[in-house]
């Protein structure tokens, strides 16, 4: 039995979605639970050629006996849940809890102007404005929404119960260590704690149950919206390098930096991590693309890989090698 949660070392977009739907296929995961803020995430899932932008539902989906639940930490909006579980048919294995705070318009359109718009870059999504309501203990919550009705379940009970009888559950995070509300670059972070202790609350699960937790962190950094970047190069460049992504959510094109050692340490102890993926390390080496056999790395890239084990202190266990589900490397 094990229990694993899955985080982001820097900024978010670090390719979670990829790493999560990997082990729930290798480790045969009976649950995955998303913790994690709300639909300001973005998560890309690529099955067999397909590819799945997910706001929601966690990414354990592409295992087909994978139980989905998303924890009473998370603020939902029940068009967008609603929209992705009827276009992935996954009614009969999903789950949320009854006390998931509730996206309305109101927290949309407060997202979409002021401070939040001008001075914080947020996603738009209302997933602060909802969580605001929620501390001033204003908001609805899904019990009380009768289209969601049908999917309301004990998301603890579930997990703690799947784990007492011996089943793997996998726990995913979304956000990334350094937009924090707590650990990040306050005020240019996200409404809520997204390291694993905050994202284990978020379902249900006490520290005591955690076996492993992965820190994922991409081969460069990228962060969207305002706030200090280390090392930031130009867009131009980014281009340049194979470096320039488009936000899941909102379009933006993100800002980029080099692999920071120094956040990838400090990540690794503000979420107790055990283990590290470095994902999108194709980007770096593109001869390297799709394997999944350490022996096919060359020397630089096996000279980046071990830099990293010996200033983060931790192993690289888990190594992405192209965006599919399969383009990986898995030492553990
Ligand atoms: P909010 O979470 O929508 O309030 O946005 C606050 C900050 O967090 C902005 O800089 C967003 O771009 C950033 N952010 C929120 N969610 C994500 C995510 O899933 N990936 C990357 N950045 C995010
Ligand atoms: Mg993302």
């Known amino acids: 039995m094990s229990c694993t949660v899955v985080v982001d070392g820097f900024f978010g977009d670090g390719g979670k979605g990829k790493i999560v739907s990997y082990l729930v296929v290798a480790d045969d995961v009976s649950v995955c639970a998303r913790g994690g803020v709300g639909p300001n995430a973005g998560h890309t899932v690529v099955d067999n050629g397909v590819t799945f932008k997910l706001r929601m539902v966690p990414c354990g989906f592409v295992n087909h006996d994978t139980r989905l639940l998303i924890g009473p930490g998370v603020v939902v909006n029940p068009e967008v849940v609603l929209k992705e579980v009827e276009e992935l048919g996954i009614g009969e294995r999903f789950g949320l809890d009854p006390q998931c705070a509730i996206i309305e318009p109101k927290h949309i359109e407060a997202d979409r102007k002021g401070h939040l718009k001008e001075k914080i870059g947020t996603t738009g999504t209302g997933t602060g404005p909802c969580n605001s309501d929620r501390a001033l203990r204003v908001v609805k919550v899904a019990r009380e929404i009768p289209e969601l009705k049908e999917y309301i379940a004990d998301v603890p009970a579930e997990l703690n119960d799947a784990l007492d009888a011996g089943e793997n559950v996998l726990i995913e995070g979304t956000q990334g260590t350094y937009i924090s509300l707590y650990h990040g670059t306050y005020p240019y972070v996200t409404s809520n704690d997204v390291c694993a202790s905050a994202t284990c609350s978020d379902v249900g699960i006490g520290p005591t149950r955690v076996d492993e ?20 190069i130009s867009q131009e460049e980014a281009k340049k390098r194979g470096w320039d992504e488009y936000g899941t959510v909102t379009g933006r094109q993100r800002r980029a930096a080099p692999f920071n050692y120094a956040l990838a340490k400090r990540a690794a102890m503000l979420n107790g991590a055990t283990q590290l993926a470095i994902t999108k390390l194709d980007i770096l080496y593109p001869e390297l693309k799709g394997a999944s056999d350490y022996d096919e790395l060359g020397p630089e890239a096996v000279a980046f890989i071990e830099k990293v084990e010996e200033k983060v202190g931790l192993p690289v266990t888990l190594i992405g090698t192209g965006p599919g589900v399969k383009e990986i490397i898995d030492r553990r």
């Open 213 to 232: 937790v992965v820190l994922v962190c991409k081969a460069y950094v990228t962060r969207v919206g305002e706030g200090y970047l280390e090392g930031e």
